[in-house]
């Protein structure tokens, strides 16, 4: 088995390897370069508050429709609203009319159920007869 030998450390390599400076990056600030990134934010920028800008245009759009449209239910239910009213107000005198119809009429009440009873069995005689 091959056995590996570790330096010394502070002590320079004796395999005579010579250590260089790594590569230094091809990025120097300039003026120039630091313009470049600064109209390539602006840019960047330009382009989000167009997306943004078309992004309200159409919430714009959309906040119009629904407006319309509960413009358009609000007349409907003001149209129901006064149907109701009005067929409320029927049902009350019409509720008024059977109460009192009932109050003065209470002993022709019992007569109305007896005429009206005889007249079913009269017409029960005649389906099933005939």
């Excluded at 629904?66 to 107000?89: F, G, H, P, Y």
Aim: some cysteine; proline content about 5%.
């Amino acid at each position: 088995m091959p056995t590996f030998e570790l330096p010394n450390i502070g002590t320079k390599p004796s395999t005579g390897v010579q250590y260089s400076r790594l590569p230094v990056n091809d990025y120097e600030p300039s003026p120039r370069n630091e313009t470049q990134i600064q109209q390539d934010l602006i840019n960047q920028q330009d382009q989000s508050l167009d997306d943004l800008s078309l992004a309200i245009g159409r919430l714009g759009l959309l906040g119009s429709t629904i407006n319309q449209e509960l413009e358009t239910q609000k007349v409907l239910l003001e149209s129901l609203d006064r149907d109701m009213d009005r067929t409320q107000s029927k049902f009350e005198y019409v509720n008024k009319k059977i109460s009192e119809f009932l109050k003065l009429s209470d002993r022709g009440s019992c007569w109305l159920i007896f005429v009206l009873s005889v007249i079913l069995l009269i017409l029960v005689f005649f389906v099933f007869y005939t």
